[in-house]
């Protein structure tokens, strides 16, 4: 009997999942030498692809120095050198970084430092947050918090997390409407900027969050973006807030930022906010400390990671493979199964009107030498960065073969 324990699955009924045997480049091999295309870059991470030898080589050159040491007391030269890093390529005005080792846990840091921001000043009855409709920020008790009823995976939890309001993003006067009656209530609003992912794909507009910023300024609400996804390049830029007017007060930052190495994430935020906590009296410090916050090896490759990122140009590998995915999926949107298609920067969704048009698309995927994972109604690829026109068109040919089929 297997001991794992997998993920968002019914052991009763799951098919075993395929045993990876080894990777590199883009491509997984299996156990039975199945060779396939990973579309999905090991949920979004993977940017570089696998078994990359210069982030090998950093991984295995701070590993004969040391692998691991407390942030608490104690720092060294990898963390150090990767928080300057951070701040200089993130917005201007994010400042600070908290480490922290998964990007749920660093959606929790973020609502931790905007209730203990509001705390800190004096607001006490600023203690709830406002967050998108179909959002996803973890699965973590309190960002779970942060998804609506809709969310078919935290349903179970819905009548124990925090209460939260919701608003549907692009909707400005839901927005305000809600701002002008509970603002007293509310610490900060969190958002997937740009791209809304385990939620379907959804896009919105920079225009938007600007002027949520401005709303949420009028109101002394913070806002947080969730980089955790649309981070190192996803939605075309570095940063999905490189797209708009503002800075945001709080950011999270996970997957790419190790390229899919190990679990790290980090949490910045501006100086007005850090200043806050900055104080003589030791009750305003922020109380959250994770074991592996900072780990000298998450750190090491996150640095290179970034290096390969800026060295290779990747924001050019990614607009052209944008361009590839729109110029292959529009004629997805013909189909009958199919409800929406939908593109933006290193993503391509087909959003289908029932999630039962979606049953066997793994196994028909495997025919096509490509590894998909769908959810719900949306077949989705998210592929490595360093993709090959080819390779790029093969998972194309795949998902539009599939929708023919569904006819």
Known sequence: MNKIWYPYAQHATMILPWVVASAQGVELRLEDDSVLIDAISSWWSTIHGYNHPELNHALTDQLSR??????????????????????????????????????????????????????????????????????????????????????????????????????????????????????????????????????GFLLHSPDYLNQAKQLCDKYDILLIFDEVATGFGRTGTLFAADQCDFTPDIMVLGKALTAGYMGHAATLATEAVFNVFYSHDFSKSLMHGPTFMGNPLACAVALKSIEIFFREDYLIKIARIESQLRSLLVSCQSFSSVKAVRVKGAMAVIEFNSCSHLKGVQEFAKSYGVWLRPFDRFLYTMPPYIISDFALSQIMDCMISWCERCE
Do not use: W
């Open 66 to 199: 040391m692998a691991h040491v407390m942030l608490g007391g104690l720092t060294h030269q990898a963390v150090q050198q990767l928080a300057t890093k951070l701040v200089e390529i993130t917005p201007h005005g994010l400042a600070h970084v908290f480490f922290s080792d998964s990007g749920s846990v660093g959606c929790e840091v973020a609502m931790k430092m905007a209730l203990q921001y509001q705390i800190n000043l004096g607001k006490h009855a600023k203690k709830q947050f406002i967050a998108l409709r179909h959002g996803y920020h973890g699965d973590t008790l309190g960002v779970m918090s942060l998804g609506t009823d809709d969310d078919a995976m935290h349903q179970l939890y819905k009548k124990i997390v925090f209460p939260q309001f919701f608003v549907t993003a692009g909707d400005v006067d839901q927005l305000q409407q809600c701002l002008e009656s509970y603002h007293d209530q509310i610490a900060a609003m969190i958002v997937e900027p740009l791209m809304q992912g385990a939620g």
